[in-house]
């Protein structure tokens, strides 16, 4: 059917319009209404404030609470051992790292590097999830702030946190979210393996893979010479 653009269009709200109460005298003077409103923010005066005087005052949120993400430093060094799950899991990719191994245990690998974009950071909680070493864990931390995006991007010095001060958070954990944590095997030391360095030589050449890399190496070596 052709619309008659002639004619305005009714608007819905006009109608509902006609059906607004009717204000009376004593609200058409506004006064007493005014009045009624002061008295009910009086009566508040009185009651509990929920609010504080931040940041002088702080709120210490309870062990649920979501805060930023930051690494647990154990006995002076960094749990993490480079594995990168949580850069796989986290959904706005706000995590970047590389991994390096140590020098003094060549079993242990550490990030050589761990950034955390915070201009990304959704707070999901997800790196926390994967983690297989409880080596990042959310905190109680919720008062971020930077003048820069360089600024927004936190470091391993920033993001280091010794585990004495996220107890709530590791009992948390423990108690709520893994609690399979250490009761279907022990932790054996030995199994914490995390690099092919010095492993049990089983292969036929009798040589473990980093050694047989570098045989490889030694014999492209002296072909090339
Ligand atoms: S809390 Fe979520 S968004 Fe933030 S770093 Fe962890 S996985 Fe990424
Ligand atoms: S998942 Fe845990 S151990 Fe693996 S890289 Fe992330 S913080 Fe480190």
């Not at 004495?164 to 108690?175: A, G, I, M, Q």
């Not at 709520?176 to 199994?191: I, L, M, T, V």
Request: proline share 6%; hydrophobic share 35%.
């Amino acid at each position: 059917m052709p619309q008659n653009l002639e004619k305005p269009v009714l608007n819905t709200l006009s109608k509902d319009q006609a059906k607004e109460r009717k204000l009376s005298v004593m609200e058409n003077i506004y006064l007493p209404e005014i009045f009624k409103g002061m008295w009910y923010t009086f009566k508040q005066m009185f009651k509990p404030k929920f609010t504080m005087m931040y940041p002088e005052e702080r709120w210490d949120p309870p062990a649920i609470f979501r805060g930023r993400p930051v690494l647990v430093k154990d006995n002076g060094k960094e749990r993490c051992v480079a594995c990168g799950l949580c850069a796989r899991a986290c959904p706005p990719l706000a995590i970047s790292m590389q991994a390096n191994e140590d020098a003094e245990d060549p079993k242990e690998r550490y990030p050589d590097f761990f950034e955390i974009n915070m201009l990304r950071c959704i707070y999901c909680g997800l790196c926390e999830e994967v983690c297989p070493e409880e080596a990042i864990v959310m905190s109680k931390d919720y008062d971020i702030t930077f003048t820069s995006r360089e600024e927004a991007v936190y470091d391993k010095e920033k993001l280091l946190i010794p585990k004495e001060d996220l107890v709530d958070r590791l009992e948390y954990l423990r108690e709520y979210k893994n609690r399979q944590f250490g009761q279907f095997w022990d932790f054996q030391e030995e199994n914490n393996i995390h690099s092919v360095r010095n492993r049990d030589k089983r292969w036929e050449t009798s040589l473990s893979l980093v050694e047989m890399l570098e045989e490889k190496q030694r014999q492209e070596k002296s072909l090339n010479a």
